[in-house]
């Protein structure tokens, strides 16, 4: 049995899709990016949803293709990080009412399923709490990992409020230097697209290298860098 975890909105079901279509907030985009490798601005969304909308027939014969047996439906009826909900449970229900052997909404694994998933860290702790019931049954995380550094070149680092100086080398993100430091400093993807990271840049210019779209003055310290020898923080 081989059984995947699906964000909602890549579930291109007629009821996800008119979902999508009705909504799909533009802060949403770049990490729907990270599923579809497609860039596709806020205009251009609902008639790209469309072009994904898919019947029954054809869903269940590309997952029969991949060889997967179930899938695991996560991140519908709730807030999303930009306040939104975009993705009803009715419209997930649907599917799953449907082909209740194949679709499996989150809050539907029992006691006995096990669950794989990978994502940020804040939605892998989610998912862990929701699981401590059933303590018994496997569950398996991937994290994000950050991708390698490329073209880097060392700088220092100044965190105003914290008056420390970091050197960050090379090969290694300022965000890790940081986590040297101070292991409480937030973060999640780790790959510039989630902006929990994000700072405020007090002084110095900075080279953004992430996915999501930040102020002048902001910088994501995952993947961000100088671009001279010191950049100032408030941090
Ligand atoms: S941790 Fe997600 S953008 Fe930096």
């Given at each position: 049995?081989?059984?995947?975890?699906?964000?909602?909105?890549?579930?291109?079901?007629?009821?996800?899709?008119?979902?999508?279509?009705?909504?799909?907030?533009?802060?949403?985009?770049?990490?729907?990016?990270?599923?579809?490798?497609?860039?596709?601005?806020?205009?251009?969304?609902?008639?790209?949803?469309?072009?994904?909308?898919?019947?029954?027939?054809?869903?269940?014969?590309?997952?029969?293709?991949?060889?997967?047996?179930?899938?695991?439906?996560?991140?519908?009826?709730?807030?999303?990080?930009?306040?939104?909900?975009?993705?009803?449970?009715?419209?997930?229900?649907?599917?799953?009412?449907?082909?209740?052997?194949?679709?499996?909404?989150?809050?539907?694994?029992?006691?006995?399923?096990?669950?794989?998933?990978?994502?940020?860290?804040?939605?892998?702790?989610?998912?862990r709490v929701?699981r401590d019931e059933?303590a018994?049954?496997?569950?398996?995380?991937?994290?994000?990992?950050?991708?390698?550094?490329?073209?880097?070149?060392?700088?220092?680092?100044?965190?105003?409020?914290?008056?420390?100086?970091?050197?960050?080398?090379?090969?290694?993100?300022?965000?890790?230097?940081?986590?040297?430091?101070?292991?409480?400093?937030?973060?999640?993807?780790?790959?510039?697209?989630?902006?929990?990271?994000?700072?405020?840049?007090?002084?110095?210019?900075?080279?953004?290298?992430?996915?999501?779209?930040?102020?002048?003055?902001?910088?994501?310290?995952?993947?961000?860098?100088?671009?001279?020898?010191?950049?100032?923080?408030?941090?």
């Amino acid at each position: 049995m081989k059984v995947i975890d699906m964000w909602a909105p890549i579930v291109p079901s007629h009821e996800i899709i008119d979902d999508l279509r009705g909504g799909f907030p533009a802060e949403q985009l770049q990490y729907l990016e990270v599923f579809t490798k497609t860039s596709v601005s806020a205009d251009q969304f609902s008639s790209y949803a469309e072009s994904r909308r898919l019947d029954d027939d054809q869903i269940l014969a590309a997952l029969d293709d991949a060889g997967i047996t179930q899938c695991l439906i996560t991140g519908f009826d709730e807030r999303s990080t930009c306040g939104v909900t975009f993705v009803h449970n009715e419209s997930v229900a649907a599917l799953a009412d449907r082909y209740p052997d194949r679709f499996i909404p989150f809050a539907g694994a029992g006691p006995k399923t096990a669950v794989y998933v990978c994502g940020p860290t804040p939605m892998l702790e989610a998912v862990r709490v929701a699981r401590d019931e059933y303590a018994g049954a496997p569950l398996h995380y991937e994290r994000f990992s950050p991708p390698p550094v490329v073209d880097g070149i060392p700088f220092e680092l100044e965190l105003a409020r914290s008056q420390r100086v970091l050197s960050v080398p090379a090969n290694r993100s300022a965000l890790d230097v940081m986590l040297d430091r101070d292991p409480t400093t937030a973060y999640s993807c780790q790959q510039g697209f989630c902006g929990t990271c994000k700072v405020k840049v007090l002084a110095g210019q900075v080279d953004h290298r992430g996915r999501t779209t930040v102020d002048d003055d902001e910088m994501l310290v995952c993947v961000s860098r100088a671009k001279g020898d010191r950049v100032v923080i408030d941090a």
